[in-house]
């Protein structure tokens, strides 16, 4: 048992200086050990040391977010919303977008490395992008947020493949029912491979990769971090590392 809470304790102060910037958690240490001793005489009673989990790192002055998943995921809610389908598929999106998102509309999240959960309004399935458990042209609605630029590049421990991100985008596209919509993202700018992280597209070069889908409207999260709403594609080709969504629709 005590090994046990010595083992939390350590975990718990590692995390404070490696997570989520290493060694950042050294700046807020005088604080912590400040406020520490300020609590301990307002209460009268000294908090356990053996359960002090130190957050050194939270005191900002604004929330913090990741502008790509944040606009994405509001980006793609609303537009499910609207289209009402009576099902929803997803492939590998963020997982906290899915949960939200099977609160109101049954969806099947398909992934590679399969999500373990019982949540209502949510069927998880293992599966590959490159070859989806679905018959040709059986999904009428389909989401897939910053997926296509990782496959191939061995990153989640798929194979390497070149040419991953061109089998995703068809694989995409054999599932879709006529008159479908897909709803994609990926990063977006000068185009390029950061091995093995992710690709960049230009934009002109995902819709390319969609042929058999018409382009609906196209959205873009910049470099600054700004949602820019059904813009074209042209406005996105500056960015370094912007985060293009893609709304598209099976030709019949």
Not at 69 to 75: I, P
Not at 155 to 163: H, K
Not at 167 to 195: D, I, K, W
Not at 205 to 231: H, Q, Y
Request: with cysteine.
């Amino acid at each position: 048992m005590a090994d046990g809470r010595l083992r939390v304790l350590a975990k718990n102060w590692i995390k404070a200086f490696l997570l989520p910037v290493p060694l950042a958690g050294l700046l807020g240490l005088p604080r912590y050990i400040s406020d520490w001793f300020r609590y301990s005489r307002m209460s009268g009673n000294s908090p356990g040391y053996r359960d002090s989990y130190p957050c050194l790192t939270d005191r900002l002055s604004n929330t913090p977010f990741d502008p790509h998943y944040f606009f994405q995921g509001a980006w793609l809610a609303r537009k499910v919303a609207q289209a009402a389908p009576a099902q929803h598929v997803d492939v590998s999106s963020s997982v906290m977008t899915i949960a939200a998102l099977s609160g109101f509309v049954d969806t099947v999240f398909i992934d590679y490395r399969p999500l373990q959960v019982s949540l209502p309004g949510l069927d998880c399935r293992a599966g590959n992008i490159t070859q989806l458990p679905f018959e040709d042209g059986s999904v009428n609605s389909l989401s897939c947020l910053h997926v296509i630029e990782h496959i191939g590049l061995g990153r989640y421990g798929d194979p390497l493949d070149p040419q991953g991100s061109l089998r995703a985008a068809s694989e995409l596209q054999r599932v879709m029912h006529p008159g479908g919509n897909l709803y994609l993202s990926t990063p977006v700018g000068r185009e390029r491979v950061c091995f093995n992280a992710h690709r960049v597209f230009a934009p002109n070069t995902v819709v390319s990769m969609f042929a058999k889908m018409e382009l609906i409207a196209f959205s873009c999260v910049d470099d600054a971090g700004n949602l820019v709403l059904d813009t074209t594609l042209a406005s996105a080709h500056e960015n370094e590392y912007g985060c293009g969504l893609f709304h598209f629709r099976k030709r019949d």
